[in-house]
């Protein structure tokens, strides 16, 4: 009987070797996004051993046009992305042991996270988190395949573990602005399949002939422009990341309890310590105050007002409707009392 990944077997480069060492590596997607979604699938489909998915945020209906694992039962269901696409794949490929966790990525769990996989493929949504990424993955010794899109521009630099490689942090003067997200200025779909096919291509070859190109390309589907940058040359003896070592991001100062998401009118809050409310108690929550509520294993959302509260299992709250901290908690202390 022909094998599901003869096909990928056939392609030289990559061939039987290069499909044993995939079934035996384990891959930390950081993100289950448009990006996040897009390289799982490809990943779980080419017969990758073990993929870990983390992601904080819920399936929203502007998601559907290009976060290609979703459904709009999913949207229904306010489903974790993390969980929606474990289920998902799942369905995919058997084989496949897969990974799923609703959290924050911070300092104080990104090591315990990523420690033990062989790598770290980037599908997050903003600088700070990247950066972040950046530093843990050069402590512990793991490459990290950057990847970023909005509009029709994309961008991918993979970074590995060598002395006189570059990482993010070097880059930091060469790579755009973050003024623009995907919700100020939109994102197309066939760029986020790009790049997720370029940084899974970088991943395979990395893992068929273990060594990396530190080479930032970047790409504008729309205007039809393609830039390549061979970035070893970049690197900045002074760096606080792979020149000095000390990984700012990862001893940043103190982090606060409210934080506005980027590019969203939503605030992330943490539910108080002394409070003990169980998504049980929240859910009976909502039913008590009238409000429209979804409620799964993971979470309980009411929409209340001109707001949409989520209350995640790890204490986590969403307040989608506003931008401003201070109105969130009070949105939210008006609901719990």
């Not at 046009?65 to 999913?74: G, S």
């Not at 609703?102 to 790598?119: F, P, R, S």
């Not at 930091?172 to 790579?175: A, S």
């Given at each position: 009987m022909i094998h599901r990944y003869d096909r990928q077997q056939r392609f030289e480069p990559f061939g039987k070797i290069g499909q044993e060492k995939l079934r035996n590596v384990r891959i930390f997607i950081?993100?289950?996004?448009?990006?996040?979604?897009?390289?799982?699938?490809?990943?779980?489909?080419?017969?990758?051993?073990?993929?870990t998915i983390v992601d904080r945020d819920v399936i929203e209906w502007t998601n559907l046009?290009?976060?290609?694992?979703?459904?709009?039962?999913?949207v229904i269901q306010q489903m974790p992305k993390a969980i929606a696409a474990k289920q998902h794949l799942e369905k995919v490929n058997?084989?496949?042991?897969?990974?799923?966790?609703?959290?924050?990525?911070?300092?104080?769990?990104?090591?315990?996270?990523?420690?033990?996989?062989?790598?770290v493929l980037d599908a997050t949504d903003n600088l700070e988190t990247r950066l972040l990424a950046n530093?843990?993955?050069?402590?512990?010794?793991?490459?990290f395949f950057m990847g970023a899109c909005v509009g029709s521009y994309g961008l991918t630099f993979p970074i590995g573990v060598q002395e006189d490689e570059p990482c993010l942090h070097c880059l930091?003067?060469?790579?755009p602005p973050e003024s623009a997200t995907c919700d100020t200025v939109g994102v197309i779909s066939p760029i986020v399949t790009t790049v997720a096919a370029r940084q899974t291509a970088q991943l395979l070859k990395w893992?068929?002939?273990?060594?990396?190109t530190p080479k930032l390309q970047s790409t504008n589907l729309w205007t039809d422009e393609h830039a390549s940058i061979r970035a070893t040359a970049l690197r900045k003896e002074n760096c606080p990341c792979c020149g000095t070592k000390n990984y700012p991001y990862l001893h940043a100062g103190r982090e606060t309890d409210g934080a506005v998401l980027c590019g969203r009118e939503t605030v992330q809050l943490f539910m108080p310590k002394q409070r003990t409310l169980e998504l049980e108690q929240l859910q009976t929550l909502g039913e008590r105050l009238k409000a429209p509520t979804v409620a799964n294993p993971f979470l309980v959302s009411i929409e209340w007002d001109e707001y949409r509260v989520v209350f995640f299992k790890d204490r986590r709250?969403?307040?989608?409707?506003?931008n401003d901290i201070v109105k969130a908690?009070?949105?939210?202390?008006?609901?719990?009392g």
């Open positions: 950081l993100g289950a996004g448009a990006l996040g979604s897009a390289s799982s699938d490809l990943l779980v489909r080419a017969g990758v051993g073990h993929v046009h290009r976060q290609t694992l979703y459904t709009e039962e999913d058997r084989d496949v042991t897969i990974d799923a966790h609703v959290v924050d990525i911070t300092k104080h769990n990104i090591e315990t996270l990523i420690e033990g996989h062989d790598a530093d843990c993955c050069h402590k512990l010794g793991i490459p930091l003067e060469t790579l893992l068929r002939e273990g060594t990396l709250i969403f307040v989608h409707g506003t908690r009070a949105v939210v202390a008006n609901m719990i």
